[in-house]
């Protein structure tokens, strides 16, 4: 599959998860109201680019006109730039940006575990205890950002002397797509164990014959996607806008 190939279907995918009718299109931003949205957490405005195209939805018609305005001139690099975006909306806080990945069979470069390697992946059910003590052997941050509570594969982990070491899931979204959760005990970072588990992970998922995608902010998990031949093809922001009261004019 090309790249055009996995951009078309993570654009069908976000432009469902807007939980409205939304377009990608050539140029400008598609900017549509959507209390609903998966795009960004209940109440704030979520964006989403894909190659040089994106779209937006907002909680209200209101919020969506004041985007529509603020944003309409803007090219696609620019729009899930915070700094960018606070010079032209009134902005209460952000999340994000973070980098939208995707593979398939053809792109998807496996780690090759040697026979003497300790660090063998093991599959083990999702609610499993060992995986919720990782979890707090972690800053609350990162297992936020790894979001592997709410896989629904099984966790492929690697264990050592101290327990799980490393994990690796992912949750299904709509459109045949596997969203990939990883996570690494803070002491064994920096060893390849993301990489291993996260392989085994995303080979699951193809053999299921699903789209995955991995999403990220921490240039390290940016470059184990990267590794596994995984193509950044876009990038989604959060923004959750200040109250009409607080709002002082934009230019």
């Known amino acids: 599959m090309t790249d055009a190939?996995?951009?078309?279907?993570?654009?069908?995918?976000?432009?469902?998860?807007?939980?409205?009718?939304v377009t990608f299109h050539a140029t400008g931003i598609d900017v549509a109201v959507s209390p609903q949205s998966w795009l960004c957490p209940p109440g704030w405005v979520g964006v989403v680019v894909l190659g040089n195209a994106a779209i937006a939805?907002?909680?209200?018609?209101?919020?969506?006109?004041?985007?529509?305005?603020?944003?309409?001139?803007?090219?696609?690099?620019?729009?899930?730039?915070?700094?960018?975006?606070?010079?032209?909306?009134?902005?209460?806080?952000?999340?994000?940006?973070?980098t939208l990945a995707y593979c398939d069979p053809a792109t998807f470069r496996p780690t090759v575990l040697r026979p003497a390697d300790p660090s063998i992946v093991e599959?083990?059910?999702?609610?499993?205890?060992?995986?919720?003590?990782?979890l707090t052997?972690?800053?609350?941050?990162?297992?936020?950002?790894?979001?592997?509570?709410?896989?629904?594969s099984p966790a492929f982990v690697i264990r050592g002397a101290a327990g799980i070491l490393a994990a690796a899931g992912y949750r299904t979204w709509p459109r045949n797509?596997?969203?990939?959760?990883?996570?690494?005990?803070t002491a064994e970072r920096g060893h390849g164990l993301a990489r291993a588990?996260?392989?085994?992970?995303?080979?699951?998922?193809?053999?299921?014959?699903?789209?995955?995608?991995?999403?990220?902010?921490?240039?390290?998990?940016?470059?184990v996607a990267r590794a596994l031949g995984f193509s950044e093809l876009g990038a989604q922001l959060s923004?959750?806008?200040l109250p009409a009261d607080d709002q002082a004019p934009h230019p």
Do not use: K, M, N, Y
Request: glycine residues 2%.
């Open 197 to 223: 588990a996260a392989s085994t992970a995303v080979a699951t998922a193809l053999e299921a014959g699903l789209l995955p995608q991995w999403r990220a902010r921490p240039e390290a998990s940016r470059r």
């Open 137 to 152: 052997r972690v800053p609350p941050e990162d297992a936020e950002e790894a979001d592997l509570a709410d896989i629904t």
């Open 5 to 21: 190939a996995l951009l078309e279907r993570a654009q069908r995918l976000w432009t469902e998860l807007a939980g409205t009718t």
């Open 177 to 185: 797509t596997a969203h990939l959760s990883v996570l690494t005990a």
């Open 57 to 98: 939805t907002a909680p209200d018609a209101t919020a969506a006109e004041l985007v529509r305005r603020a944003v309409h001139d803007l090219p696609a690099s620019a729009l899930t730039d915070p700094a960018t975006l606070r010079d032209r909306l009134p902005i209460d806080r952000t999340l994000g940006p973070a």
């Open 123 to 134: 599959p083990i059910p999702a609610d499993h205890p060992d995986l919720a003590t990782l």
């Open 239 to 241: 923004l959750r806008l």
